[in-house]
């Protein structure tokens, strides 16, 4: 590459001069870059910091008074007749089953299968699963749940953008933030190139009072720089995330060929079993505690019991490993022999090469070091949405003194003020749109039957709703008036945000819920982006009144 | 060519279709060529997964490469050149290079 790189480092005038030119084209690669694939990421980012606390959000949001009794109140016997007696009497559980062996905040039965195939790619809105217990008395107690789909809804935002739609056999949106992923790559090269002659110089400092665009400015370098090793690892991430199929379609015909990609799987012949051979479950428990005995089991999963090809994938956590999943480490197994078929999930005994790649998972999931990194991670997120904003408002910025002069000749731009109102109502309308569905899920699913799947329906048409609204409004208002527009809604958004500990505080006075860790977790937290936003909008105020906008006039 | 040479040329239609598809190629000819020839060879267990990762981490480095070239040509000799020269190891690799 050195040919064309040379003339920026060495050699006269021409050097000089090709310094210069690379710059302005970095200047415009990145404003471009950035702002096609700003708002995306944004919604990527204020939803993946939020699905750090997917279980807390799940927990907050689902009614306590439904549960059955969980594993933990079971006894170990109990566990081995809820089990058996599942897979006796219901043939579907034997395709696949879930057993939950943690008291986790977002488990609501010990075991659960489903009668139908689930899609497990798209929000499941009438979604069922048979979910079974044992009563006090011994007796078997079965009962139809539909899993609340507001944890859901936040992950498929997170990894989608919310962009609805089935391409092959994943959804539209998720390829389209591939795409952004390209694009947030450039973005952050080429950044980090405009930034280079002033790292030094003025990093560290935020200049709030000299002008409004020095001061976001100041404050989009200083975040993207310190948290540039974490966005790395995101872009390159999320570019595999969305392609992976395809990549491993290409390695498969111009690398592999006629090489297995995967190895073999197992030597011996496939058998198939009936279920009555199946071991108890304390068995399979006291098998994996002597394989990972540093682990604790979460939860149990079997599948394909009547096939050749059973198996258990039994999920393990611990907070001082990286691990594959987004939380957990797996052990996969064969359910009748119970030898351990796949250890390469498992932290500690995996080879080399899948260690490297858990890793790469692990750190774009933030899955290790318990809660501490849990938090980091989520300022992680939220400071690299803040990064995709104010990238927007700067561009905004810079272009309406040019857009002043061209309006004093009678000449409008408009495309000034229809990226503003795009920001704008995106970015807040994401924040409303979502306080708004924790809501509709908090308090419509308090008085409601645990079968009961209009709730579902409720949270994602309220989503979508207050979605578009914002978005609309964003964008009519900008039209009229951008900075007032933003100024606004960044005030109504907030009192949006809001709404959550002030309902928490009247249900906690009322005694429709009990105070507990998670519920002050998740209201103070929206307290305080909430309060957040309501200063942002009282800044945004007190400085076009201190410069009153000419061009309102116009 | 003298006269061009002094000059930089932002080429954006060209060097992002460089950047796309012969650079794809590259990057997938590099990642293969690392399958074959890196540590522990085409069967080491696991490995085609790292690989495919390979691919994505060395897809963005070659975009990113592409837009300080010189010129949308330039960035077309180069990138390409480079595309066909790791097709060609490739193919070597996967009809005997394999020791």
């Given at each position: 590459m050195s040919a064309g790189v040379n003339g920026v480092t060495t050699k006269t005038r021409n050097g000089i001069k090709v310094r210069g030119e690379l710059l302005k084209m970095y200047k415009s690669l990145h404003t471009w870059v950035g702002i096609c694939s700003g708002l995306l990421l944004f919604i990527g980012f204020f939803a993946g910091a939020l699905t750090m606390f997917e279980e807390p959000i799940q927990s907050w949001s689902t009614p306590q008074q439904h549960q059955l009794r969980l594993?933990?109140?079971?006894?170990?016997?109990?566990?081995?007749?809820?089990?058996?007696?599942?897979?006796?009497?219901?043939?579907?559980?034997?395709?696949?089953?879930?057993?939950?062996?943690?008291s986790d905040q977002r488990i609501t039965a010990p075991v659960s299968w489903h009668e139908a195939e689930a899609d497990h790619h798209a929000l499941d809105l009438d979604g069922h699963e048979r979910q079974a217990s044992l009563s006090e008395s011994g007796e078997l107690v079965v009962r139809d749940y539909a899993p609340g789909q507001l944890a859901e809804l936040i992950d498929q935002l997170h990894r989608s953008a919310g962009i609805p739609g089935e391409i092959g056999h994943d959804i539209l949106g998720v390829y389209l933030m591939g795409v952004a992923a390209f694009l947030y790559s450039i973005a952050l090269v080429s950044g980090l190139v405009l930034i280079l002659p002033t790292i030094i110089r003025d990093f560290v400092t935020l200049r709030p009072e000299k002008s409004r665009k020095r001061f976001w400015l100041d404050a989009h370098n200083l975040i993207g720089l310190t948290s540039l090793p974490f966005h790395i690892v995101i872009a390159f991430s999320v570019v595999v995330f969305a392609f992976h199929d395809q990549f491993y379609g290409a390695l498969s015909k111009t690398v592999y060929g006629e090489q297995p990609m995967f190895g073999g799987r197992g030597g011996q012949p496939p058998v198939v079993h009936q279920i009555e051979q199946l071991p108890p479950l304390s068995e399979l428990v006291a098998k994996v505690r002597q394989a990972a005995p540093e682990f604790d089991i979460k939860a149990i999963e079997m599948g394909g019991l009547e096939t050749p090809r059973a198996r258990v994938r039994v999920a393990l956590s611990n907070p001082d490993y990286l691990t594959r999943g987004a939380r957990e480490a797996y052990l996969v197994m064969n359910p009748y022999s119970l030898e351990v078929t796949?250890?390469?999930?498992?932290?500690?005994?995996?080879?080399?090469?899948?260690?490297?790649?858990?890793g790469m998972f692990g750190i774009h999931f933030g899955s290790y070091g318990g809660l501490p990194m849990q938090w980091l991670y989520f300022l992680l997120g939220i400071s690299g949405a803040f990064v995709f904003y104010s990238g927007n408002l700067l561009w905004v910025e810079s272009r309406r003194k040019k857009q002043q002069q061209l309006e004093q000749n009678g000449r409008r731009i408009n495309s000034v003020r229809l990226l503003s109102g795009l920001t704008t109502g995106v970015c807040l309308g994401v924040m409303a749109a979502v306080a708004v569905a924790m809501l509709i899920a908090r308090y419509a699913s308090l008085h409601s039957s645990v079968a009961d799947t209009t709730i579902n329906g409720l949270i994602v048409s309220g989503y979508y709703l207050v979605f578009l609204g914002w978005l609309v409004w964003g964008l009519l208002a900008s039209l009229w008036d951008e900075r007032r527009t933003g100024q606004q809604m960044l005030m109504v958004t907030g009192l949006v945000v809001l709404v959550i500990p002030l309902a928490g505080l009247l249900s906690l006075a009322l005694?429709?819920?009990?105070?507990?860790?998670?519920?002050?977790?998740?209201?103070?937290?929206?307290?305080?982006?909430?309060?957040?936003?309501?200063?942002?909008?009282?800044?945004?105020?007190?400085?076009?009144?201190?410069?009153p906008l000419e061009l309102a006039s116009a | 060519m003298s006269a061009s040479k002094s000059q930089f040329r932002n080429d954006w239609w060209l060097k992002s279709l460089v950047a796309i598809v012969p650079g794809f190629v590259l990057a997938l000819g590099l990642a293969g060529l690392f399958a074959?020839?890196?540590?522990g060879g085409i069967d080491a267990n696991n490995k085609v997964q790292f690989n495919m990762w390979l691919i994505a981490i060395l897809w963005l480095?070659?975009?990113?490469?592409?837009?300080?070239?010189?010129?949308?040509w330039r960035a077309l000799q180069w990138i390409g050149g480079l595309a066909i020269v790791s097709q060609g190891l490739l193919y070597l690799a996967r009809t005997g290079g394999a020791a």
């Open positions: 594993a933990d109140q079971l006894s170990t016997d109990e566990l081995d007749l809820l089990v058996s007696q599942v897979l006796a009497e219901h043939p579907a559980a034997r395709q696949e089953i879930q057993i939950n062996l943690s796949n250890w390469d999930v498992l932290p500690g005994h995996e080879d080399g090469w899948s260690g490297l790649v858990a005694g429709w819920s009990q105070l507990s860790l998670t519920s002050v977790g998740v209201e103070l937290t929206a307290m305080v982006i909430g309060l957040g936003l309501v200063y942002g909008s009282r800044r945004l105020a007190a400085k076009s009144a201190a410069r | 074959w020839w890196g540590p480095l070659i975009i990113n490469l592409v837009f300080p070239l010189r010129s949308g």
